[in-house]
């Protein structure tokens, strides 16, 4: 394992790789188990992994939620150390990495920026578009691996490849959960013990949707959701939605032949928790 903090040094080494070949993980850091099942893929696929560890500041909306993000440098390499995969770290501060680059850039991904994610964190993803095009140039990798856990940021990633024609392959790869179903999440530290259990509240509840998703018309199956919330009451529900698994639009009621899947966002001790889970 190498580490890279500075962009002409890391693309010095990677000039040493075959570029059809290069696999590219892009986190945030405070890394679990999600994040070393996408090193570990990509290590398999590639004969280098690339690792890029930054926490965006433009892709925050809010400066607290920044200012709280989790950041365990030293565990994260001893992680990365621990999958005996050829990797590359890539640890850039923001001041260096967006010098002299625009990071007001505004994207449009066809209108799947404007749901969900988009409708609450205002600007966060043109601020993860911005990033991860630069990234995509800068490692110049065959392959870039993400996980279905952000599956919105997934298609927009999707997107971004195709509306700009980058050659990078995106490879979505499954959600990772605790052993009560909680989506592993680098936020996941934030909270208390009890609220680490009783967010398996969240998976339970998608589990129960899609059990139910033959039976009930989505009002019903929102109606499922709401109540199941307002009887937990240390959770606030932000957002629960079905939408069109390609076009991530948002939908009212069941049309054939196209395949669903439900979305939630939810706080828990101040914590902000995104799930989703294929319906059909
Ligand atoms: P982050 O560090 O949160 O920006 O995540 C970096 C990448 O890891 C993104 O592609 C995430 O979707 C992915 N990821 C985060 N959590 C999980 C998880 N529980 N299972 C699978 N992938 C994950």
Known sequence: MTIHTLEHELINEISKFDTKSIGFV???GALHQGHLSLIEKASTENTVVIVSIFINPI????????????STLEAD???IQKTNSNCIVFHPNAVDLYKNRKTNKKYSFDGIEKQMEGKFRANHFNGVATVVELLFEITRASKAYFGEKDYQQLAIIKKLVSKKNIPTKVIGCPIVREENGLAMSSRNTKLSQNARNEASIIFKTLQKIKTQFKDSNFSELKKIVSDQFQNASNFTLE????????TLSSHQRKQKNIKYRA???VYIENVRLIDNISLN
């Open 263 to 265: 979305f939630i966002a």
């Open 77 to 79: 390499l001893e992680l």
């Open 59 to 70: 892709q925050f909306n809010n400066p607290n939620d920044l200012a709280n993000y989790p």
């Open 239 to 246: 957002y629960f939605e079905i939408c069109n698994e390609t």
């Open 26 to 28: 892009p986190t945030m």
